[in-house]
């Protein structure tokens, strides 16, 4: 298969890493040290503030691992119907980061969600009304004219579990009514397949709007489970959801083979959720994950 237009890398997610700073998470030195360890030389930010971020002192670490930077993680500001003058200071922050380090790809993260991650508990309806809706489209355009205009990148906008845009039907509301020229989407695999969408299907309708991939995959008796007794994804994630390919879903060759149909070039990122996660676990599964990856073609 010919994906010379795909350029493989990893992220803090995959070692566990869904903060900027929390004692349970692999520290920093350690995540970039085992990131080239592993094989990697592309590697996307994760949540602000987790890596070192003066630029100067970011650009050496990453040198002197042989990495460069994918894209910038804008996450934990929520959603972009909700507060936009917040929602816009965390990626303007993010924004320069990532310009600084010479990449162009902005992903946008829509966490929190409708629920605690923790505890199951619903902060908010599961499901936005027609104002809501108004309010994430023309915000999200409002962030992507922004970031293009002003530093010169793109918006990828991430599809996430426990958020309004989670299933192939928002999905695709969504990107019927954004801009397409200044909203791209973060194609996360995982998450749409946890919410049991066709991944290869949205990618050939909407071949266009694919600006950023999320790969990995899901299990799919415990994203089932996760419906039947009605638990926050962050529960689900806790006891196994996102695993280690191929074992889970979406199919890989079925979503590579849709990605290689593609003509623009594009990052994709592994991102195993793996929330809390001892230390010594994440090493190992990174190195599997890209042995895999490199055997389907993708590098």
Known sequence: MHLRHLH???????????????PRQTPWPRFLDELAAAGYRWLELG??????????????ELAARGLSCAGGTVAGSGGPHRDLPQVMKAVREVAALTRALGARNLV??????YRDDRTGAYREPAELDDDGWRALVDNTNTLGRMVAEEYGLRLCFHPHADYQVETQAQT????????????????????????????????????????YVHIKQMDPAIADRAVAEDLAFGQAVAMGASVEPPSGRPDVPAVLSALGELEADLFVV????????????????????????????LR
């Open 8 to 22: 493989l890398g990893s992220c803090p997610d995959s070692w566990g890493v869904w903060f900027a700073d929390d």
């Open 47 to 60: 949540p602000y503030g987790y890596l070192p971020t003066d630029p100067a002192r970011l650009r050496d």
């Open 270 to 297: 592994v991102e195993q959720d793996m929330y809390p996660v001892d230390f010594d676990v994440p090493l190992p599964i990174a190195g599997r994950t890209r042995a895999y990856l490199n055997d389907q073609g």
């Open 108 to 113: 946008f993260v829509p966490v929190p969600g």
């Open 172 to 211: 695709e509301r969504f990107l019927a009514g954004t801009d397409p020229r200044h909203v791209w989407l973060c194609l996360d695999t995982g998450h749409l397949a946890y919410r049991r969408a066709d991944v290869p299907k949205i990618i050939r309708d909407h071949p266009e709007r694919i600006g």
